[in-house]
């Protein structure tokens, strides 16, 4: 897989608002292996340190809470 170490769980922060992934990436996720969990990035920012602490094998790829919030924005960031 790409993502390695191998992670369980793929955080993703997508600005200010929580936007759908596209089936792209989860079908990213999946082929990972791991779970995909998309949030605002500042919800993001707390489940990937929570999980962290926890001892999970967590990744995350955040955007900044400036960056415009939307599918078509979010897809400019994440094309998968």
């Known amino acids: 897989g790409v993502l390695r170490p191998k992670a369980d769980i793929l955080v993703v922060g997508s600005g200010r608002n929580t936007v759908r992934p596209s089936e792209a990436l989860r079908a990213f996720a999946r082929e990972q292996g791991c779970s995909l969990e998309v949030q605002a990035t500042a919800a993001a920012v ?26 078509s924005s979010f897809g400019n960031f994440f094309p998968l």
């Open 46 to 71: 707390s489940t990937y340190n929570v999980l962290s602490q926890e001892g999970r094998e967590v990744v995350a790829a955040l955007l900044p809470e400036d960056a415009e919030s939307g599918p």
